[in-house]
């Protein structure tokens, strides 16, 4: 079976926040939805753009395998409603890295111009483009004109009409519950064959970590704490055999909030508050708007609903024991990840160098660090491996 | 004064449908609203002139779930079902709410299974100048001063931290959201409300935050003949808060 080490690959994700709160934002108990976009200023949009832009230009140059975006509505955490168009300004800047598009919820788009929107990045990046499918959070479901209550079942609808558009040369017609094609024939068609990777991004509900097994998908945990995410894999890696589909460790991509720097302390005083700002300010929402009515099982609910009543404030010692999140020392930084990897047999990592209001110098540090010094550490890992096998094998 | 209802569980073109009864007497068939926390209690003297059912909705209360009950008609068709098999020829039908919704949906297309009917704080009307309210818009902890002017009427509130409660709230969230989450009415519904051809009285509370009072001058308009009898002060919930509009409804269909 494939190991970890054979394909290690790094991707930086930048969710590209709206940084810029008033003073009194504590008094809103959410930040997604409702919080009035009153509070958007244009002239710091744009700087937030050209900024954010620069930096995943900067990641494309330091090496990083891709450059991940997400999509969000309604909401100070995402400065990208219409990802799509953020890949694509991305395009003609960068070279090398894949252009992952994690990704827009299936069901805010019409599943044919999902398929031509993909298509054009893919042909427009010469094959570079990489995607998730989200069902999109709660939130989504009140910002947008969507039933949440028949969420799942539509999105598995919008997923065929998706492969089919990408796998049977048109036109061909689709007759479903939510969606109806007489010619489904999208122009252009991707450049890689038949359509680039796809993943399901998801929080390990089990109904998306099914669909991924049943298609042979990889699957995109979203931030989870860590024992969530690894039953999530380890379910996947039990059920897509059962689907004819051989599990690989690239199908298990995983997130980690990740502060490199001289020395642990270092590390930590420069990163703690902005890892706070992203706990405490740019995901606070309120229960109702995480869970839409029908959005997940009453059995879920009560479960999350469970979880959550257990939980305090902010709790540093806790965040950095249950959640992928390290700071500290190239070695230290290495030596977890490689932990992680491991334990999850993953060899996707979506590395958060930007970490919710991060200024722009501790990002470049972050980045630039975990290039040079983080990942040369990981793939020594990958040869001295390699080359212990070889031993193992009896061979020179 | 607390009624004894006997439980009794149909199954309903394949749906598990619980539906409650007591009294002697004349059918009265009570059709529950879009929430069931407030209980029955207040149908008691009803049930001292007529046989009274109360019937769960498919996703409410001991009915099942149905996924695919996500339009008015769903619930006709359910409920023209339900009387077969009941064997009940004519009733009297008393909707509040969604389930006046339903009930006026049903006697512009099944008059003749009608001998009277009774819509309270119905919903289901379009009315721009005085809309129902966006229930999915409210807080649950916000939501009781919309339901009723005297909340000691809706008895002792529920405990947010009571787990079974919240899992069932959400439950009848999601039923209602499958059928109103992207219109709470029926745009085409005031089209045929003069097929109602049965005796017909709207109960309504004057303070109603929900689905406004002023509403009722569009229903007694579109609905021939039709009676309105209104209470004050009184909420969206008038039969919990007034025993004086559960007594008029008797009386409507006693005389």
Known sequence: MAKWQDDLQFYTFHFMHYTDLPADQKKYDSLWVDYSNKNFDAKKGHAFYQRYMAEMVLADRLGYDGLALNEHHNTVYSLNPVVTLMAAALIPQTHNAKICVFGVPLNLEMPNRLAEAYAMLDVMSNGRLEIALPLGTGMEYWANSINPAVARARFREGLEVLLQAWTQDGPTSYDGEFYSYRYLNPWPRPMQKPHPKIAIVGTGSPETVQIAAERGFAYSSVFVPIVAQEKTFQKLRQEMPKYGHEFTPDKAIFNAIVYVAETDEIAERECKEHVQFFFEDATRTTARYLAPPGYISGEQLRMRAAATASHGGFDWEALTQQWRVVFGTPDKVANTLAKWCESANSSRVLVHHHIGNMPHWKVVKNMTLFAEEVIPRLRSKKKATAKESRVLAGAK | ?255
Request: glycine content about 8%; proline content about 7%.
């Open chain 2, 1 to 255: 004064m607390a009624v004894t209802w006997k439980s009794e569980e149909l199954t309903v073109n394949g749906v598990k449908t619980q539906v409650l009864s007591a009294g002697k007497g004349d059918p009265l068939m009570f059709w529950h609203g879009a929430g069931t926390g407030g209980g029955w209690d207040f149908a008691a003297p009803w049930t001292e002139k007529f046989k009274v059912y109360i019937p769960y909705h498919p996703g409410w209360g001991g009915s099942a779930d149905d996924t695919s009950m996500t339009t008015t008609q769903d619930f006709v068709m359910h409920y023209l079902e339900l009387l077969d098999l009941m064997k009940l020829g004519k009733i009297n039908l008393v909707g509040l709410s969604m389930g006046g919704w339903f009930a006026s949906t049903f006697a512009t297309q099944h008059s003749e299974r009608l001998k009277k009917l009774v819509l309270v704080a119905p919903a289901g009307l379009r009315d721009k100048a005085h809309p129902t309210t966006d229930i999915f818009r409210i807080k649950p902890e916000e939501l009781a001063p919309y339901l009723a002017e005297n909340l000691a009427a809706l008895g002792p509130p529920p405990d947010p931290h009571d787990l079974d409660f919240v899992v069932n709230s959400y439950r009848e969230a999601t039923s209602f959201a499958r059928l109103a989450w992207e219109r709470i009415y029926d745009v085409k519904l005031p089209k045929y409300l003069h097929r109602i051809s049965v005796p017909t009285l709207f109960i309504w509370g004057k303070q109603d935050k929900i689905v406004p009072e002023a509403q009722s001058a569009v229903w007694t308009k579109l609905v021939k003949g039709s009676k309105l009898k209104t209470f004050s002060p009184a909420g969206h919930l008038v039969l919990n808060e007034k025993p004086e509009a559960v007594k008029a409804v008797r009386d409507f269909l006693a005389a």
